[in-house]
């Protein structure tokens, strides 16, 4: 097994010294080395390879804020460990759910500590895990400490500033975008490099959500977005022509019976191909399959498949067919459509169709 | 209410679907609460009632004509649930698809199964 390093990095020497002798039970698993602060430990991750980083976060010289935010640009694979004394257990909610950072409590019980470090390095040794520090949780951060600064975050080609006052985000702004606008964006980036400065000059608020909603709310923006881009290159490589085709071969299959259909992304009910499309019918089978799932999910059911059946008054009947971030719904003529001929040809039919369409 | 009828009707459901019937109950639209059945299930007695209520809300928002006889859900495993209406009460089963065949199922036991419900509840 190999031996990992930690590095602790606190301000008071006796309690560096106790977690040591404490922390030599597990000589096997890690090692550790310690910083006085945020400067002492920048030079041992320069000079030493680190595994994990366990720090707080008041300190003199340099703090554990500008740690984090030099490790962000620098040092973004290690995981880290914040202590910190003026949390509460809502706040380390919030913080564990935000990423893959652990945070612990002042003063500190041994056998937490070691189990958290543990913990951190088997989990960053996964191939699935993300490491250090997320914007998000660095955020909240800032507001448990009530720091007042500013922050420039990097990502990719972008660049945004977050401006607080004692804690409170006081203002957001990228290129242009500045306000809740820009601060939703921002909070959503990934593998941040960020810097911190301990002044902010802005006066006037300029973010009228407070940060725990700015948060959730960006992450909601983000899959979305993330979702319709999906959708959208899927639709690229979709074979409308080979659909339109199939949808014509069940039309001559079901004659009369077939009233309309149409096939849409589940993501934002929009129409890809169609026979008499009814654009309220799509929306309709597309809240009705939804709230099928939510609520089958809910009771821990046997989960929805290929598809559902109503039997509607006024002799009609609507079948709508589930595919991955497309559904094909059918309405029907009761009176004139066959059950059999529906559930054993057309629907074969269609699902074979559907999947060469969406794999051409 | 013939509350025996109803146990022997579905027993009949039982012996023409053979293993391919996982469940079947009869339960008051209202409450959800079972008044029949075979293998019952509670849970998806409750569920299934649940899922009549939200799809005639939806269709009832979109000025769609309201559920008629029934509904039927494909699900994972190739099990078909299915839901029938029938005045104020509901009648649901669990079906393993590979074992019991649609159309047996579509055109001979429900609406002779239903009928006969009917006429149970009705008297």
């Not at chain 1, 709310?217 to 899959?223: I, Q, T, Y």
């Amino acid at each position: 097994m190999v031996v990992k390093n930690i590095l602790i990095v606190d301000d008071e020497k006796p309690f560096l010294l106790s977690l040591t002798d404490g922390l030599a039970a597990y000589a096997e698993e890690f090692t550790v080395v310690t910083a006085l602060n945020g400067k002492e430990a920048i030079k041992v991750l320069d000079s030493s390879e680190i595994d994990l980083v366990v720090t707080d976060l008041r300190m003199p010289t340099m703090d554990g804020f500008e740690l984090l935010a030099h490790m962000s640009s620098n040092y973004p694979g290690i995981p880290v460990i914040v202590m910190t004394a003026y949390g509460t257990p809502a706040i380390e909610e919030r913080l564990q759910k935000m990423g893959t950072f652990q945070y612990l409590e002042k003063p500190l019980d041994l056998n937490i500590l070691a189990d958290k470090i543990t913990d951190a390095l088997e989990s960053s040794s996964s191939p699935d895990h993300l490491h250090g520090i997320t914007l998000a949780a660095f955020l909240q951060l800032l507001e448990m400490e009530s720091k007042t600064c500013t922050l420039t975050v990097q990502s990719q080609d972008k660049e945004g500033c977050l401006y607080f006052v004692k804690g409170e985000l006081m203002q957001a702004e990228t290129g242009k975008v500045k306000g809740d606008e820009a601060a939703l964006d921002i909070v959503a980036w990934e593998n941040v490099a960020i810097e911190i400065q301990y002044v902010c000059t802005v006066k006037k608020k300029g973010i009228g959500m407070p940060l725990a909603e700015i948060l959730m709310e960006g992450f909601r923006l983000k899959d979305e977005k993330n979702e319709k881009e999906s959708v959208a290159e899927k639709e690229e490589k979709m074979d409308v022509k080979k659909l339109n085709g199939i949808i014509k071969e069940i039309k001559e299959d079901l004659g009369e019976a077939l009233i309309s259909t149409d096939i849409w992304a589940t993501a934002d009910g929009q129409t890809l191909a169609g026979f008499n499309s009814n654009a309220k019918a799509a929306a309709l089978l597309n809240r009705v399959g939804q709230q099928f799932i939510d609520a089958i999910t809910g009771a821990k059911f046997h989960a929805l498949d290929k598809y559902y059946i109503l039997d509607l008054q006024d002799n009609k009947l609507v079948i709508c067919l589930m595919f991955p971030d497309y559904w094909w719904g059918m309405l029907l003529d009761s009176d004139k459509v066959q059950l059999g001929l529906l559930l054993n040809v057309v629907v074969p039919k269609a699902m074979d169709g559907f999947n060469t369409a969406v794999s051409a | 209410m013939d509350i025996k009828k109803l146990n022997e009707i579905l027993e009949k459901v039982k012996k023409e679907l053979g293993d391919g019937l996982l469940g079947t109950d009869i339960w008051v639209a209202a409450d959800g609460q079972a008044i029949a059945g075979v293998n019952p299930n509670p849970k998806a007695s409750a569920l299934m009632n649940r899922m009549v209520n939200i799809t005639n809300e939806a269709l009832k928002d979109a000025k769609f004509p309201l559920l008629g006889k029934y509904f039927l859900h494909h699900l994972e495993g190739e099990h078909i649930g299915m839901t029938t209406l029938i005045g104020d009460y509901r009648w649901g089963m669990l079906v393993d698809g590979t074992k019991a065949q649609l159309g047996l199922l579509l055109n001979v036991v429900v609406p002779e199964t239903m009928e006969a419900i009917k006429e149970v509840v009705s008297a």
